[in-house]
């Protein structure tokens, strides 16, 4: 059994994966690598899993230590949606990962860009993806002194998501405005929205697979895309959210301009430019990206994905803002 490790081990991606991870393969064969080693649940520690301290903004001597061992590193992508940063921290990653030994990487990628085979995207926030995932086949095809081989894994976006595609409407806020102001008219093609924690599922099945048998594994130096099971267009999303919010709720498509004044948004964004950069996904949206649906996430789980509505309303229900 190969180790495995998986960086950053942080966020709901990394926390859910590692989760399903520690079912699957002996918790002495998992390396979880992050900011805060010490915020790892004892109960995983106890089990036998290692915990080493690194983050994105580690020297890469630093990272290369944290690598140490690792047979099969799950690179989870850095939690921005800029381009020139985030290709900045992660491919010196990559490279700190082939030096300390790394044979595979898992990858982390996202369901923008179409067919899995696809290199081209609208978005800005898949630039930094598509990059990486370009150094990742030139490492595995034409570098002559290295093993390394991937999988690039496109998550599909969360059903957990739905703010930051809605101008971060709320449902458990009942004093937001009945307009959901968003440069899209809502109709199709839209989103194959699927649940995060089957996405974690998922690519820990993917990881355990893999490091179980490599010979074997189906998705060396490949792509998978993983998608819920049909695309819901904004407008369908909407109305999924507004009878959660049990309230009338409609979109009304706005230019660019406007909404990046919106101050919910400018809030979030911290900039009208970061915010404009960010807008590229309703292009992306409108041109298809995200409405591609495949079997792929069904294989891999076993099981038929959950459907949005039931996503989306538990993850409401769990995280209901009682306060307002």
């Not at 002495?28 to 903004?57: C, F, M, N, W």
């Not at 990059?131 to 599909?156: N, V």
């Amino acid at each position: 059994m190969k180790t495995v490790g998986i960086f950053p081990a942080a966020g709901g991606l990394g926390g859910s994966t590692y989760r399903h991870l520690l079912k699957l393969v002996p918790a002495d064969k998992v390396i979880l690598i992050s900011r805060h080693p010490e915020k790892t649940p004892q109960e995983y520690i106890g089990a036998g899993v290692q915990t080493r301290q690194a983050s994105y903004e580690s020297v890469p001597s630093d990272l290369e230590a944290a690598f140490a061992g690792v047979d099969t590193l799950f690179l989870i992508s850095y939690p921005s949606h800029v381009r020139d940063y985030r290709v900045k921290v992660q491919l010196p990653a990559v490279d700190a990962a082939r030096r300390a030994g790394v044979t595979h990487i898992f990858y982390s990628s996202l369901a923008f860009a179409g067919e899995a085979t696809s290199d081209h995207s609208l978005a800005e926030v898949m630039q930094a993806h598509l990059a990486t995932e370009a150094y990742l086949r030139q490492l595995a095809t034409t570098s002559s002194d290295s093993s390394l081989t991937y999988t690039i894994i496109r998550e599909g976006l969360y059903a957990e998501s739905t703010p930051i595609y809605t101008a971060f409407f709320r449902p458990d806020q009942p004093q937001q405005p009945s307009e959901i102001r968003i440069p899209h008219a809502g109709s199709g093609p839209g989103i194959a929205w699927v649940a995060r924690d089957e996405l974690g599922e998922a690519s820990a099945k993917l990881i355990a697979r893999y490091a179980a048998g490599p010979d074997t594994f189906p998705y060396v130096n490949r792509t998978v895309l993983l998608t819920g099971t049909r695309a819901w267009s904004l407008a369908d999303t909407v109305r999924v959210l507004a009878e959660i919010a049990e309230r009338e709720l409609a979109i009304r498509q706005v230019s660019v301009d406007e909404y990046v004044r919106l101050p919910q948004v400018r809030d979030v964004f911290g900039s009208e430019e970061k915010a404009r950069s960010w807008a590229t996904a309703w292009d992306a949206i409108r041109a298809g990206e995200t409405a591609v649906v495949t079997e792929e996430m069904e294989e891999v789980l076993g099981r038929r994905p959950e459907d949005f509505e039931v996503s989306v309303r538990k993850y409401w229900e769990a995280n209901a803002d009682v306060s307002s």
